[in-house]
């Protein structure tokens, strides 16, 4: 059996088998044989993306009723500047808030001193820190995985403090159709994304991914017509009309034993780039005719992809190592600068000592890009001009971090994917 089919195996087994009390066992036999360093499985077929800054963009997109209008058709990023923070975030504190998996707890950090402050329990195994559409929350998804004690717990981001945790069905990830009217709650053990109130949590619809195993991660077209989600557990992407709310087709990437993480457009909407950790490098998918049309080498354990403030780079987390169990700390973990306007990867920053960069955001003014050291229980604060590191340690298997307050119109989810 491949290493990834094994890894797709334990999550699953370990969903179906905790209620049984065999989780345990079954995690020990999970820990892959595998060098952590170990070359990545890079397709072989695809190639880098020509430059596509001498073509034209259009003149406007067109947005369905109810959704906020583009401002700029050729940089979808234009509202999310240093200096574009709503009326709705004034008197936010600012934190960085980092949910830790294996301690059930969420660790509050104060940018401006880089030391924790705070620390307080919530639901069972939280993995995101999302921010609401209307800006006003911030949800921590506790997917409690292999259980039935699923919750969300609300953060007030006026004061930093957690409410009682509401009961939702596997919220692996979170994220907001572009109207405001629905949370997306991606169901990612059920193979289902559940629209409900996103207030409440009540359900509204579901839709069913049967062809996407380990669905988790996504991001929306120019147009705000669809969203495209990764498919974790078997290397590809589905696509969903937003308008119909259905399934319009299913895409399988190139690469062997494919593992996609995160998913961000381009400024101009013409390209999708998918991070895959066995791949160690990110996927060109043309989101309109949903191809693949290449591929862009960036390092170990690709993951979270962060645009950068003024919209013009593209931060790539490698997380030092392809392997889903038995990961140990200080993996060649890195960051990846990728140039929007050319494709190509122009800066590359280790983790000094070694380390595990995973999910996270940019601080307002664009000069820190916060991430989570996943297997060194540690948050990284890296310098966007230079590369420089500070780490400040955390709780154990730190994850979704979230940066906030943060500029933008409204938030589609995620850790912070703004508008």
């Known amino acids: 059996m491949s290493d990834r089919a094994d890894q797709a195996r334990c999550r699953r087994g370990r969903i179906a088998l905790a209620t049984v009390g065999v989780v345990a066992l079954l995690a020990a036999s999970c820990s892959s044989s595998s060098d952590a360093n170990a070359k990545p499985k890079t397709p072989t077929s695809a190639a880098t993306r020509p430059s596509t800054s001498a073509i034209p963009g259009p003149s406007s997109v067109a947005t369905p009723p109810g959704v906020a209008p583009v401002v700029n058709p050729v940089n979808l990023y234009s509202e999310t500047g240093p200096g574009k923070l709503s009326a709705a975030v004034r008197g936010d504190l600012p934190r960085v808030y980092v949910p830790n998996r294996a301690d059930s707890s969420v660790s509050v950090i104060d940018p401006a001193t880089m030391k924790v402050i705070d620390t307080f329990p919530v639901g069972l195994y939280p993995q995101h820190i999302v921010p609401s559409w209307d800006l006003q929350t911030l949800w921590v998804t506790n997917n409690a995985e292999g259980t039935d004690q699923g919750s969300v717990t609300t953060i007030d981001p006026r004061t930093g403090k957690a409410g009682e945790p509401i009961k939702v069905e596997d919220p692996y990830n979170m994220y907001f159709t572009p109207d405001g009217k629905s949370a997306i709650v991606v169901a990612e053990a059920l193979h289902r994304l559940d629209f409900r109130d996103p207030h409440t949590m009540q359900m509204q619809s579901s839709i069913d991914v049967p062809g996407c195993d380990g669905v988790n991660h996504a991001d929306f077209t120019i147009d705000s017509r669809f969203v495209i989600f990764t498919c974790e557990f078997n290397g590809g992407l589905v696509k969903v009309d937003l308008t119909k709310k259905a399934v319009t087709g299913y895409l399988k990437l190139s690469g062997q034993d494919g593992m996609p993480q995160d998913i961000r457009s381009s400024p101009d909407g013409r390209i999708f780039y998918v991070a895959d950790m066995m791949a160690g490098g990110v996927y060109l998918?043309?989101?309109?005719?949903?191809?693949?049309?290449?591929?862009?080498?960036?390092?170990?354990?690709?993951?979270?992809?962060?645009?950068?403030?003024?919209?013009?780079?593209?931060?790539?987390?490698?997380?030092?190592?392809?392997?889903?169990?038995?990961?140990?700390?200080?993996?060649?973990?890195?960051?990846?600068?990728?140039?929007?306007?050319?494709?190509?990867?122009?800066?590359?920053?280790?983790?000094?000592?070694?380390?595990?960069?995973?999910?996270?955001?940019?601080?307002?003014?664009g000069s820190r890009l916060w991430l989570s050291g996943r297997y060194d229980n540690e948050v990284y604060s890296i310098n966007t001009k230079d590369g420089s590191v500070v780490k400040i340690p955390v709780g154990s298997e730190p994850h979704g971090l979230t940066v906030w307050p943060q500029p933008g119109r409204y938030s589609l989810g995620h850790t912070g994917n703004m508008r």
């Open 285 to 365: 998918i043309d989101p309109t005719a949903f191809t693949e049309t290449g591929f862009v080498p960036t390092g170990i354990g690709t993951h979270g992809l962060y645009p950068s403030r003024d919209g013009k780079q593209l931060y790539i987390a490698n997380r030092g190592s392809n392997h889903v169990a038995g990961n140990t700390p200080h993996n060649p973990g890195s960051v990846s600068v990728l140039d929007f306007a050319t494709g190509k990867v122009v800066a590359n920053w280790p983790i000094p000592a070694g380390g595990s960069p995973d999910m996270g955001n940019v601080s307002v003014d």
